[in-house]
């Protein structure tokens, strides 16, 4: 059973920068792909960003792509989201969560961190 812990959440102004952590429980964590989803109110858990085992390749959501970035430190079981230029569109619970692949799919990933709230103002 992996156990994941986000933080780094907060209120920032559009145009600003944010940087998520998630720390694994798990010593295996390396063995896993790790991704990031996030969540509206009212919307659907969608695809943020994901990443192999090994660190590459990375995979991103295309409203994301070029503003954010996936990264990993296997020997410290945490995985990143690297947030710049903030929209207020980017505002949602973000989780972070573990699978065997790394994929767009939610329900490719079993572990789940309880989620860390970002909030850009305009």
């Known amino acids: 059973q992996v156990q994941l812990v986000e933080s780094g959440g907060g209120l920032v102004q559009a145009g600003g920068s944010l940087r998520l952590s998630c720390v694994a429980s798990?010593?295996?964590?390396?063995?896993?792909?790790m991704g990031w989803f996030r969540q509206a109110p009212g919307k659907e858990r969608e695809f943020v960003a994901s990443l192999t085992w090994g660190g590459g390749p990375t995979y991103y959501a295309g409203s994301v792509k070029g503003r954010f970035t996936i990264s990993r430190d296997n020997a410290e079981n945490t995985v990143y989201l690297q947030m710049n230029s903030l929209k207020p569109e980017d505002t949602a619970v973000y989780y972070c969560a573990a699978g065997r692949v790394a994929t767009m799919d939610k329900d490719d990933y079993n572990y789940w961190g309880q989620g860390t709230q970002v909030t850009v103002s305009s």
């Open positions: 798990e010593r295996t964590f390396s063995s896993y792909a």
